[in-house]
């Protein structure tokens, strides 16, 4: 592996060529010939979700991890470092539908020889009318294909950011093995009691025509507006005024709910009003998450507006009048409550209609009829959305696939908040959130989804004599038989001449949400009862690296997953990365068009710049991102390219033959001074800051290159004893080396080159530097020698600037004034500072602070003008250096 010095050490072209070489010496390979447990590093690392293009953030965080394997690995840890691939889900039939101009019919037969329309759309939403239809078989071949291409690229990107990953230690999220297990846990959570069936109000949207849950809401500021409706009360004594935001859900009204401690509903509580429009007779309720401030203090409860409904309608036991269809349109049918001429007649004039038209009509019905009191007020309000989603969503009836979380079981509840308590966080500000996400859940994990590319739910139905599923008695497969898709294959018992027949059978088309296969990454990465040596190797983890954005979902679920099924914890750390935020600040993502892709980024200012950048920030700190001005990045290019040069400066000093120590107090210093650099980097890697190990190693390399180099590199030549020579270029080497490795996961690609001038060996499975390695004697430490010389080296250069002088300008003397203390440690690198600032004699005199003055030129510098005594002597006085000199 040893490689020439180059005449002109270089950054570019390194990624390329470091990448080749780790690949076919298997550097980043993970060996368990002989592991145990505690010899083992094991990363849960995040499967990129693979639909289109990776970002800036992916970079930002996956750098993060990267460091923190690295510094395992070279501590001798045997490092489990897979990649998955969450390829299936909403976003990459999102991707494929406007990349091919297709969408899926499921009604529609399998054709062989279907080409898409096109190839290469743009990502970006487009009309379900303008794609083409094609079969659930076609569609998936499509998404199979693009995900593949996808991934590659990806990985690409990923090899060339230098990731230590194992690239044999890989997965899909829908490849049979996957399927397998996702199948197979929730077979164990239905036999268990986990897993259940039930026909209940389901967030719904209408775009994508699917459930959604709980963890994948997001709220967005909508425009709205608040109309006042007069329902009728029965006793006659006048109305009742409510105050709503949706008035087309009149006809879907079940009762007026207020809060019971509200004096001004009190005597109405057990009555009942008629609707306006509809005129259906419902009760007046009272229930405590009823708001008094909010519009009038009473509401109207229907099925369903919103989920404070979907509490009131299951808590109070009332009626459901549902009357949007999955399409987001008004059912055909009117409500069966609704009996009047004249109230059929007004729903019939919503039939079909969308929520925004039937909105308007009903808004005009009720002017006609004198029931909207006042004026409408508009108000901004926040509306539910499915986080992929772009309409609001509704909420429909459904039958559905829960997983239970506690929402409804307190026991459960205690024990995932008790293996909250057992993963430490990194930051541990964050536990918080896990904490209020499961005391906060309002309902169980609902896992189905009424969409294609996906893990089939695998169950079958039997079907009554007279063609009815009968859902309460599940047909399952055999754990053998998996992966299986219901929709295709028969069910146990049966052929498929008895699909779709009375008294045969019916395949479950759902499929999984994608979160039920992801919260099984560390079950599918470390080969669940599929390779037991493995698993025992690696689970629990030691780390689940990941966003902030997604402890509600991926962390609490795999969480949840590793409870049900093994009841323990799936890693015992947690670390979390922050958002990447551009110049105002606003998180970048894709549905706000602010992201920067990173191949380019990588391409112009090359990978180790680009880590330095990432490696900068802590876990849980958001990290601003100008691509026009890239500070940081432009910041590690120089301190990259500085160890190429550094190194090869230091390489170039020759050792003199024999055997020799480090023995001079400077170099001495160096090693104490290096020794706490070592231990501070060492012990913020363990606890997961690699931005402090980081600012620290860099700051000392700095002061080993601007003070330490320049003051021995006289002495490294050559120009003093053998001995004071092999101490100099020992100590260089020493400490180099030893900057190289803790350096080393941050810069692989400089670091490696460098390392392998002198090695046969990689860098990356080089030992991690220790203080023992360093020879210091015991209780010895660093005096400060190393930075009162490197301070008055820069009096010496300052007074030589200031004279517009070389700073090969010789000087005849200088005197050092300073307290005693200090000119006791500096006299011990006397040599050395007269040596480097060309100072024939050099002397000391005590005083308030460090200085060097009275430098007397030992010839004019030719513009300096008339100074010194008439001697042709020029003289001058080195100020003291402000703070931070």
Request: charged share 25%; glycine share 8%.
């Amino acid at each position: 592996m040893t490689s020439a010095m180059p005449e002109k050490p270089a950054l570019e072209g390194l990624e390329a060529r470091w990448g080749q070489v780790w690949e076919a010496d298997r550097t980043y390979r993970f060996d368990r010939t002989d592991a145990t447990r505690a010899s083992v590093f094991s990363v849960d690392t995040p499967p990129p979700t693979a639909s289109g293009s990776l970002h800036i953030g992916h970079v930002f965080s996956y750098t993060h991890t990267d460091v923190k394997a690295r510094f395992e690995r070279m501590r001798g840890k045997r490092v489990f470092y897979p990649m998955g691939w969450d390829d299936n889900g909403l976003p990459t039939e999102r991707r494929v539908q406007n990349f091919y101009g297709v969408r899926c019919d499921p009604s529609l037969p399998y054709d062989a020889d279907f080409t898409p329309p096109f190839e290469g759309g743009d990502n970006k939403s487009s009309k379900a009318a303008d794609q083409v239809p094609i079969s659930r078989r076609n569609f998936i071949e499509l998404c199979e294909r693009l995900t593949v291409e996808d991934e590659k690229q990806f990985e690409d990107v990923w090899r060339k950011l230098g990731l230590s990953v194992d690239w044999t230690q890989s997965y899909r999220t829908i490849d049979d093995d996957s399927q397998a297990i996702a199948q197979k846990a929730f077979l164990r959570n239905l036999a268990r009691g986990e897993a259940y069936q039930a026909d209940a109000p389901t967030l719904w949207d209408v775009t994508f025509r699917t459930a959604v849950a709980q963890a994948e809401l997001e709220d967005k500021e909508m425009p709205g507006a608040y109309h006042k409706l007069a329902f009728h009360r029965t006793d006659g004594q006048g109305d009742v005024l409510i105050d709503t935001t949706r008035p087309e859900l009149l006809p879907a009204c079940v009762a007026l709910v207020a809060h019971p401690d509200d004096e001004r509903y009190q005597a109405l509580f057990g009555t009942t009003v008629r609707s306006p429009l509809f005129d259906v007779e419902v009760p007046v309720v009272a229930h405590h998450l009823a708001q008094p401030d909010k519009g009038s203090g009473i509401a109207m409860v229907c099925t369903f507006g919103d989920t404070n409904d979907v509490v009131w309608w299951r808590e109070l036991q009332l009626p459901n009048r549902a009357v949007i269809g999955f399409d987001g349109r008004f059912v055909s049918e009117a409500p069966e409550a609704i009996t009047s001429e004249a109230g059929r007649a007004s729903y019939a004039q919503l039939a079909g209609k969308t929520v925004f038209s039937a909105k308007q009509s009903v808004v005009e019905q009720l002017t006609a009829s004198g029931e909207l009191v006042g004026e409408i007020r508009k108000i901004s309000h926040p509306v539910k959305f499915f986080e992929k989603g772009d309409k609001p969503l509704e909420i429909v009836s459904t039958r559905q696939w829960y997983v239970v979380n506690g929402a409804r079981d307190e026991q459960l509840k205690g024990s995932l908040l008790e293996r909250g308590g057992q993963v430490a966080f990194h930051p541990d500000f964050m536990r918080v959130r896990y904490d209020n996400w499961v005391n906060g859940l309002n309902g169980d994990w609902l896992i189905s989804r009424q969409r294609f590319f996906g893990v089939p739910i695998p169950v079958w139905y039997p079907l009554d004599g007279d063609g009815n599923p009968v859902f309460d008695e599940v047909i399952v497969p055999t754990e053998a038989q998996l992966p299986i898709d219901p929709a295709s294959q028969a069910a146990p018992g049966y052929d498929e001449s008895q699909r779709g027949v009375p008294g045969g059978f019916v395949g479950e088309v759902d499929v999984m949400d994608t979160w039920a296969t992801s919260s099984l990454t560390p079950q599918l990465a470390g080969g669940w009862e599929r390779d037991p040596e493995l698993f025992d190797l690696v689970f629990p983890y030691d780390v689940r690296p990941q966003g902030q954005d997604i402890i509600r979902t991926w962390l609490f679920s795999t969480m949840l997953r590793s409870q049900l099924e093994s009841g323990t914890v799936p890693w015992k750390n947690a670390s979390i990365s922050g958002f990447i935020v551009d110049p105002d600040r606003k998180k970048m993502s894709k549905s706000k068009g602010n992201v920067v892709t990173p191949a380019a980024m990588l391409d112009d200012h090359g990978s180790d710049s680009v880590r330095y950048w990432a490696a900068s920030s802590r876990l849980g700190t958001d990290a601003a991102f100008d691509p026009q001005n890239p500070k940081q990045i432009k910041i590690g290019r120089r301190l990259a390219i500085k160890v190429l040069n550094a190194a090869k400066f230091v390489y170039s000093f020759e050792l003199p033959s024999g055997e020799f120590e480090i023995t001079q107090p400077l170099d001495r210093d160096l090693l104490a001074s290096f020794a706490a650099v070592i231990e501070t980097a060492t012990e913020a890697l363990e606890g997961y800051d690699h931005a402090r190990a980081l600012e620290t190693t860099e700051k000392f390399f700095w002061t080993f290159c601007d003070d330490y180099l320049e003051l021995v590199k006289e002495r490294a030549y050559g120009a003093t004893t053998p001995a004071e020579q092999a101490s100099a270029v020992l100590a260089l080497r020493t400490v180099l080396e030893g900057l190289l490795r803790l350096l080393a996961p941050y810069l692989p690609f400089a670091t490696e080159e460098v390392w392998s001038w002198t090695h046969d060996d990689s860098v990356h499975r080089a030992a991690w530097p220790t203080v023992d390695e360093l020879g210091l004697t015991e209780g010895e430490t660093s005096s400060g020698l190393v930075g009162l010389v490197g301070q008055a080296l820069i009096f010496v250069r300052r007074a030589k600037s200031d004279a517009k002088a070389s700073q090969k300008t010789p000087v005849a003397s200088a005197v050092i004034t300073g307290p005693s203390a200090q000119l006791e440690l500096v006299k011990l690198a006397a040599g050395d500072l007269a040596a480097v600032g060309k100072i024939a004699e050099l002397s000391f005199a005590e005083g308030d602070e460090l200085a060097v003055g009275d430098i007397v030129f030992a010839e004019v510098p030719a513009d300096a003008g008339a100074a010194g005594s008439g001697s042709g002597v020029g003289t001058a006085a080195a100020p003291a250096p402000t703070a931070g000199a």
